[in-house]
C-alpha cells in the first residue's frame, strides 16, 4: 500500500475551493441577489394588486350603493310626478263633468221652457182643432 499523499488531489481539492469562491463573487451571490429582489418586487406587486382589488372592490359597493339610493330617489320622484299628474287630471276631468253637466241641466231647463210652450200652445190649438173636427163629422162647417 502506498501511504505517501497524492498531490494531483489536494490539487484539485484547492483549484475546487479557488474557483467555486470565484464563481461564489461573480455569479452565485449576485444571481441570489437578483433572485431575492426579484422576490421582493413580486411579493410587493402581489400585495399592491391585492390592495387594488379590495380598494376597487370597495369603490364597486360604493358605486352599486350609490347607484341604489339614486334610483330609490328617482322611483320616489317618478311616484310624485304621476301623483301630481293624475291628481292634475283628475281635477280637469272634474272641471269637464261639472261644465258638462251644468250646459246639460241648462239645455234640459230650455228644453224643458219649449216643451212647456209648445204644451200651452197646443192645449189652446187642440180646443180649436177638436172643435174643428167634430165640424167636419157632424157635417156642421163653421
Not at 228644453?111 to 167634430?134: F, N, T, W, Y
Request: proline share 1%.
Amino acid at each position: 500500500m502506498n501511504l505517501t499523499p497524492d498531490f494531483t488531489l489536494v490539487l484539485q481539492v484547492i483549484l475546487f475551493i479557488i474557483v467555486w469562491r470565484g464563481l461564489s463573487r461573480l455569479a452565485f451571490t449576485p444571481t441570489s441577489e437578483v433572485l431575492a429582489q426579484r422576490v421582493q418586487r413580486t411579493v410587493a406587486a402581489e400585495r399592491e394588486a391585492v390592495a387594488m382589488v379590495s380598494s376597487a372592490g370597495a369603490d364597486r359597493d360604493t358605486y352599486d350603493r350609490t347607484v341604489q339610493e339614486r334610483r330609490a330617489q328617482m322611483a320616489t320622484e317618478i311616484a310624485s310626478a304621476r301623483n301630481a299628474a293624475q291628481e292634475e287630471s283628475s281635477r280637469a276631468l272634474n272641471d269637464a263633468r261639472e261644465a258638462a253637466n251644468k250646459g246639460l241641466a241648462a239645455q234640459r231647463a230650455v228644453v224643458a221652457e219649449q216643451i212647456d210652450s209648445a204644451r200651452a200652445k197646443l192645449s189652446s190649438s187642440a180646443d180649436e182643432i177638436a172643435a174643428q173636427m167634430l165640424g167636419r163629422v157632424t157635417g156642421n162647417a163653421s
